[in-house]
């Protein structure tokens, strides 16, 4: 099974992007399972608020949170700490959206992509730089997942970003 | 069609598809997403329904009887101390009859106040005189809210049927979800049709009151109607797997069960982990099994009786618990087991209260826990308890 986690601030749509994940993933087969929540709770704009994918090949029964995560997403780093590294699998990755450098962490300055098509928030340009740093699913997969699952209008910016994210990710 | 959905969202999907023509709504967490997508719906027009906005779940549920009355499909949802709330209409409409589906969102109540999942809320009104169902994830969901109007309208039944959502774990969680046709669904289920409304060409006396010498034969009959639902669940699950093609067990659901020396008897979406468990406990050698009961009302006394007769203990894990006694579900699968003359170990296991989570090693201990002997009833992660 692979498990990501998303962090986020309530507002920058941490939780669309591990639906979008999950969504990826099942789009294409049915023998692929996946389930994605919140931390649930009250919901507050700004409030750190975490969200989880668990992506496998046999229905997902455990229905709990992460413990341990092949990939942590992280939409803001105000909320990075090294103690993150506790949560991941031995061979697991963080993400960061940062203009810094982090040690042990991949940071990638996700807002100069998200300004350059528009967008408000960051998720999907992390979506994107997360299907380039591993291939747990396709940019095809990606983009039928944005286009069932986003308002029409934001489409069209979302998968640009994702695909020019996935591109410099690979870089 | 398949689609990415959360428990609220696929429930709202098979309440689309089973056209009711009256809801009434008043939205409490983590019910509120189920009356949002319906209202999007009717808004739509992808639901052609009366959407009424009420000013608390005591108005939502009296609502919901009068559109009953007047011969419509009615549909309600609520949670936690929304239903406490609307208790009192929950009787007026299994008395009378009407066959209204709720959708109940399972949620702790207060105090201390909580808005997490546990199943206190809907097992407090076992009484109530409604069937009820317990789904474990959202594909079930769905399917429950197409299959309920066809049970509780069936003319032997006649009962309101309130289907229960984990909070949060099953209505906030998203799943892939097979959304059946439009045509297909209508074909399953035809229009309600019912001589139990108001009709001006055909007067009659409804929602009245009866004295000590007739009243309890009332009671009698609203007996047999939740009964009538046993044979109808069957039937109606039949008829769904012909049509939809996916099956389902009826008042249980077994797992492994039939070699099972341990067994946990449990509800809702805490199945699947206790199943996962038992496969593990399996490559260890230990024949673990998991009973699933999907329908509180009626209850499924032969079924259980029959699955625990053989096993050497059994532990029932339950989201409840009825102050100064055990669990609910406890008591009612014990009461199962002395019907039928079963003299097994038992023990109960309370566990997610308030949305605690309960893990794969809870579960784990809980088949090692009776294996060994353990208190009666015990709170996971706090110990047994004198039962009095």
């Known amino acids: 099974m692979n498990e990501i986690i998303w962090l986020g601030r309530g507002g920058q749509g941490a939780f669309t992007a591990a639906k979008l994940l999950g969504a990826a993933y099942t789009i294409d087969s049915r023998e692929k399972y996946a389930l994605a929540f919140p931390s649930f709770g009250p919901e507050r704009r700004g409030a750190p608020v975490r969200a989880f994918t668990k992506l496998d090949t046999k229905p997902v029964v455990d229905r709990s949170q992460t413990e341990k995560a092949d990939y942590i997403v992280i939409l803001d780093d105000t909320l990075y700490s090294p103690q993150l590294q506790e949560l991941l699998k031995d061979n697991g990755q963080i993400i960061v959206n940062s203009k810094k450098t982090i040690n042990e962490a991949f940071t990638f300055d996700a807002e100069k992509i998200a300004a350059e098509f528009r967008l408000p928030t960051v998720n999907t340009v992390m979506f994107g730089l997360l299907i380039g740093r591993s291939d747990i699913v396709t940019a095809e997969n990606a983009v039928e997942s944005i286009k069932g699952y986003m308002p029409p209008k934001i489409q069209e910016r979302n998968i640009s970003a994702l695909l020019k994210a996935k591109e410099e990710a690979v870089k | ?388």
């Open chain 2, 1 to 388: 069609m398949k689609k990415f959905l959360s428990g609220n969202e696929a429930f709202a999907e098979g309440i689309r598809l089973a056209r009711p023509q009256v809801i009434s709504a008043y939205p409490i967490t983590p019910q509120t997403i189920v009356v949002e997508r319906l209202s999007e719906m009717v808004e739509d027009g992808s639901l052609e329904a009366e959407y009424v906005h009420v000013e608390s779940e005591h108005s939502a549920m009296s609502c919901a009887i009068g559109a009953s009355a007047a011969g419509a499909r009615a549909f309600t949802a609520t949670s936690s101390q929304g239903l406490l709330y609307m208790a009192e209409c929950l009787y007026y409409a299994s008395g009378g009859r009407f066959p209204i589906v709720m959708m109940n969102a399972d949620r702790s109540t207060a105090l201390p106040w909580n808005i997490y999942g546990d199943q206190r809320d809907s097992l407090s009104q076992l009484d109530s005189g409604w069937i009820q169902a317990y789904a474990e994830n959202a594909q079930e969901a769905l399917d429950l809210a197409l299959m309920s109007y066809k049970i509780a309208e069936n003319k032997d039944v006649s009962t309101p049927y309130m289907a229960n959502l984990d909070g949060f774990v099953l209505t906030h969680t998203y799943e892939t979800v097979d959304i059946p046709e439009r045509e297909q669904a209508d074909k399953f289920l035809p229009p309600y049709e019912t001589d139990n409304r108001i009709d001006f060409e055909n007067p009659k006396n409804m929602a009245f009151s009866a004295g000590p010498d007739t009243n309890y034969i009332f009671k009698f009959k609203e007996h047999e109607g939740v009964l009538a639902a046993r044979k109808v669940i069957n039937e109606t699950e039949k008829e769904f797997a012909e049509i939809f093609g996916r099956k389902y067990t009826g008042l249980i659901e077994n797992y492994l069960t039939d070699d099972a020396d341990y067994v946990i008897v449990t509800l809702g979406s805490i199945a699947g982990l206790c199943r996962e468990t038992a496969d593990k406990l399996r490559e260890q050698g230990i024949k673990a099994g998991v009973v699933r009961i999907r329908y509180m009302r009626p209850f499924p006394n032969d079924e259980i009786a029959d699955v625990l007769r053989n096993v050497k203990a059994y532990a029932v894990l339950e989201k409840d618990i009825s102050f100064g006694n055990e669990g609910t579900v406890f008591t009612n699968v014990n009461s199962a087991l002395k019907k039928s003359g079963i003299n097994v170990k038992g023990y109960n296991f309370i566990g997610g209260l308030g949305g605690r989570n309960i893990s794969a090693s809870d579960i784990e201990q809980i088949y090692s826990d009776i294996a060994n002997g353990t208190e009666i009833v015990n709170f996971i992660g706090i110990g047994g308890g004198n039962n009095g």
